[in-house]
């Protein structure tokens, strides 16, 4: 309750206000909110489209089979295995990609309010693409510790479906036959793959919304519109991000398939990919990779702009240009 102005009327319309206006959150409140709407929204679009991301990984792994392009490649998978194929993965997905959700956009504003602290708000707002880049790459490099060892389990059931019987399985035979290690055999092109998307991804999304704001009032917009400049800004974002990390997304599919040589380590590994791929080798794929990202992307900002006002997740700092 409000400290009394001396007049009824005044003190009922302050009151009023106050009530209809959310509580400021800070400190673990509101970055668990941040954290759980991320979870929420790239679980649920991860997991949707396991079908795409199926099609995606087999054109990567046998181009030379899988050469009918997105639409063939389902028809594909279908004729071959059956329409239970498509959904090869999606425990491991939805699994991983809610941990991964969680630490990616709860690290993300986690970081980007250290920096704000770090180098006080005008020096983050004037250069507030930079805070965006390394707010970003800071949260995906401890999303991807969490995510690695299941996108491990999700390539290698995609990539041999008679692994194992889905997650549990496939999880337990991989640290049993090859070791934990096994599961972080992919971590340096996961790095390679996810911290630029991930910085591609939250500096356009960032700058397009900006761009947006800059010409229409926020404040004047419905919850429906707002969350439609979500959607198509992250539309724009996906696809910039799938250019970007697309050859990495390949190598990681490739490291993944199978065990290494006796012997042969991780670097050894990539730079002998990379060299079998060439640069035409390692966009095999991006027609349906950008369909899945841009997808994806835009999904994930407009479901995580709808979470973060149903949990009241409001405080947070906005450095973008007003």
């Avoid at 491990?152 to 496939?170: M, Q």
């Avoid at 926020?218 to 696809?239: E, H, I, P, R, Y």
């Avoid at 490291?255 to 640069?279: A, H, Q, W």
Wanted: with cysteine; proline share 3%; aromatic share 10%.
């Amino acid at each position: 309750m409000a400290a009394s102005t001396g007049s009824t009327k005044i003190d009922a319309a302050v009151n009023t206000a106050a009530a209809n206006t959310p509580e400021k959150l800070s400190g673990l409140a509101l970055y668990s909110r941040f954290a759980l709407a991320g979870a929420v929204c790239c679980s649920i679009t991860h997991g949707g489209l396991t079908p795409v991301d199926v099609v995606k990984t087999r054109i990567q792994l046998d181009p030379v089979t899988y050469n009918r392009g997105l639409i063939g490649g389902f028809r594909q998978v279908v004729a071959k295995e059956g329409a239970g194929a498509l959904l090869t993965g999606f425990g491991p997905t939805a699994a991983g990609y809610f941990l991964q959700g969680a630490f990616k956009f709860g690290g993300y504003e986690f970081f980007k309010q250290q920096w704000i602290s770090a180098i006080g708000y005008e020096t983050a707002s004037n250069n507030r693409t930079a805070v965006y880049l390394a707010s970003s790459a800071a949260a995906e490099f401890f999303a991807d510790i969490a995510l690695c060892p299941l996108e491990a389990t999700r390539i290698r059931l995609v990539s041999e479906p008679t692994f194992a019987n889905g997650l549990v399985g496939g999880f337990s035979k991989i640290a049993k036959n090859e070791g934990i290690g096994a599961f972080y055999s992919g971590f340096g092109p996961i790095l390679f793959k996810q911290v630029p998307y991930t910085m591609a991804k939250f500096v356009v999304f960032e700058k397009v919304v900006e761009n947006v704001y800059k010409r229409v009032d926020k404040s004047t917009l419905s919850d429906a519109a707002q969350t439609g400049v979500n959607l198509g800004s992250g539309l724009l974002a996906g696809f910039a991000a799938a250019i970007v990390s697309q050859p990495a997304d390949t190598m990681l599919s490739k490291i993944n398939k199978s065990k290494g040589l006796p012997g042969e380590g991780t670097m050894s590994r990539l730079f002998k990919i990379g060299k079998e791929l060439g640069l035409r080798g390692s966009y095999a794929g991006i027609g349906a990779r950008l369909f899945m990202v841009g997808t994806l992307t835009a999904g994930q900002f407009a479901i995580y702009g709808d979470c973060k006002r149903m949990l009241g997740a409001v405080g947070g700092v906005e450095i973008s240009a007003k």
